[in-house]
């Protein structure tokens, strides 16, 4: 209140005499100037007070009593709102405005019974308003009462037959009854009435796409474009339909006419980067980005994704140099720290990676990812237990994420401390029940041990319902079968995962030894040489010990 004081004093102390501050005391200008200058000034309070006498002073200024009302909602005093509603109601009935402004402050309060109320008596005078009518609808679509909604709506369109949001609005009831079928009918409406409607047109679009229905949600957008080629919603949309499609070549075409119109556009750049990339244009794409960023250098959208294509390319010396200058405009770019920082760690330069990594967590101390990622780098050095250390931190942040958990029962089974590997498997899968990597890990690690085969391989099939088309999974599946002696499923199984992953050397030597288990010497033999190719040719043995046992078996085989 002492904020409110101050207001009228200052504009009664600039007045030139008592007499002259008495008529301006009694002056709704001048509390409504200094209402106006209150709100302003962010003193909401103030200024629902200054309105409030102004109103008193001036009943019958219908557009300050609608201030008054929203400034007593915004300085939090309900009350005092719903008391103006009533009586702004009863001064202003012969206006239809004041039904519709009741209805929905009714509406935002949550009073619905009440903005239904207030609705009906407006209509009762004012049976055909469509301020009125839109109100009501609303409030039937907050009480879930789709039939009534569907009742006003249709007087609506009897009324004014030409709003397309009237026949979008009747779409989204159906849908939420489940008629998909008039759902279309009244999209289609809407789209007659305006093609470049956006909602009907994005949404008749997602219909048939969830339907696979390709043709027919292409010729939505293909209409939109007609109208306006330039129209980003409809060209976003129709990449996306013939990605689903499987039409890449279109999918091209289009994702190239985004990129013309809006060549910052990360989103955009982001999809053509991944486009080419599926079908096997790397250098095209690549290409294209270089060009972009000799046009636009200081273009830091371009850059990013251009250093993600060298990162995919595997040029990692150039993706390291284009990182440098993003960083070079933008030094606290987490994403591209991050990008910088997995570069460093695929070129084994870790400390260089480790010190990127410190520089995130230090601006973001809660992200704990990082020190997850930075256990994996000191994992991949062979410090197991510094690892370790950085999962505790981890832990000390978020204890209930199941991937830390996961992290810690490889680095404890990596240490060969089963125990405490097996109680962080555990305590996973407690956390995430359907985490298929450490279903398929821990009943890997037990198949491996022979200890509890077949709860292991359950564990492998329930990963693989999760994600059938895993190698590795399939593998571990197969694994627990030779184990079991069971070679011919196990053959079936490994064979799946070596068509899928043929340069894995852990796939390739257990296909090896499976056919070798069934008599296939020669043919085991040639899997053996392959899988320690792949080592030498990697430096990853995939498993602790695989290189020595696969020479032992060539040695042995080659007797």
């Known amino acids: 209140m002492k904020k409110l004081m101050l207001f009228i004093i200052l504009i009664l102390t600039a007045s030139c005499s008592a007499t002259q501050a008495e008529r301006e005391y009694d002056n709704p200008y001048f509390f ?14 103030s200024a629902f007070q200054l309105c409030k006498k102004t109103i008193q002073l001036a009943p019958e200024a219908y557009g300050i009593y609608e201030e008054t009302i929203l400034l007593a909602l915004h300085a939090k005093r309900k009350d005092e709102a ?4 009533n009586d702004f109601v009863k001064r202003f009935p012969d206006k239809p405005e004041t039904y519709s402004f009741a209805t929905k402050i009714y509406k935002n309060l949550g009073n619905l019974k009440k903005a239904e109320q207030v609705a009906l008596k407006g209509l009762k005078r004012f049976p055909e308003n469509e301020g009125i009518l839109g109100q009501l609808v609303d409030v039937y679509l907050k009480e879930n009462n789709a039939e009534k909604a569907k009742e006003v709506l249709f007087k609506i369109a009897e009324i004014s037959p030409k709003k397309p949001r009237v026949y979008y609005t009747l779409a989204r009831i159906y849908l939420f009854q489940n008629n998909k079928e008039e759902a279309v009918k009244q999209l289609k409406k809407a789209l007659e009435i305006e093609p470049l409607y956006q909602p009907a047109y994005v949404l008749l679009g997602e219909l048939y796409l969830q339907d696979r229905k390709f043709k027919e949600a292409e010729d939505v957008y293909l209409k939109v474009l007609e109208k306006d080629p330039n129209d980003l919603e409809a060209l976003n949309r129709l990449f996306q339909v013939y990605v689903q ?13 985004i990129v013309k119109i809006d060549p910052s556009n990360k989103d955009a750049l982001l999809k053509k980067f991944l486009l080419y990339l599926r079908e096997n244009k790397g250098e095209e794409i690549i290409k294209d980005l270089e060009e972009l960023a000799q046009e636009e250098p200081d273009n830091t959208t371009v850059l990013s994704i251009l250093g993600m294509a060298y990162e995919s390319a595997k040029r990692y010396k150039k993706a390291e140099e284009t990182y440098l200058k993003v960083l070079k405009e933008e030094p606290e770019n987490k994403e591209i720290l991050e990008r910088l920082a997995e570069v460093y760690t695929r070129t084994k330069q870790y400390e260089k990676a480790l ?19 930075m256990a994996d780098i000191e994992n991949k050095r062979g410090n197991l237990k510094t690892a370790l250390s950085y999962i505790e931190e981890a832990k000390s942040i978020n204890d209930k994420d199941p991937t830390i958990y996961f992290f810690e029962g490889i680095y404890y089974e990596k240490l060969d401390q089963w125990d405490k590997a097996e109680e962080a498997f555990k305590k996973a899968l407690e956390l995430r029940p359907d985490f298929p990597d450490a279903l398929n890990y821990y009943g890997y690690s037990l198949i491996i041990r022979g200890r509890d085969i077949d709860r292991a391989m359950d564990m492998v099939r329930k990963a693989l319902e999760l994600v059938p088309d895993s190698a590795a999974y399939l593998d571990s599946l197969g694994w627990g079968y030779f184990k ?3 070679y011919l499923k196990a053959l079936k199984y490994i064979k799946q995962a070596y068509e899928k992953a043929p340069e894995d050397p852990v796939v390739t030597e257990h296909l090896a030894e499976v056919e070798e288990a069934l008599g296939n010497k020669k043919k085991a033999l040639e899997l053996y040489k392959k899988a320690l190719e792949i080592i030498e040719k990697t430096g990853d043995e995939g498993e602790p010990g695989l290189k020595k046992r696969i020479l032992e078996k060539i040695k042995e085989l080659e007797r």
Request: proline share 2%.
């Open 82 to 85: 719903i008391d103006l509603i």
């Open 245 to 257: 499609a499987d039409q890449f070549k279109k999918a091209e075409n289009i994702i190239n006419r």
């Open 32 to 45: 409504y100037a200094a209402c106006k200058y209150a709100s302003k000034s962010g003193d909401v309070l």
């Open 355 to 373: 010190n990127i990594l410190n520089k995130i967590y230090s601006l973001d101390p809660k992200d704990y990812r990082i020190l997850l990622i």
């Open 484 to 486: 079991k002696g069971e």
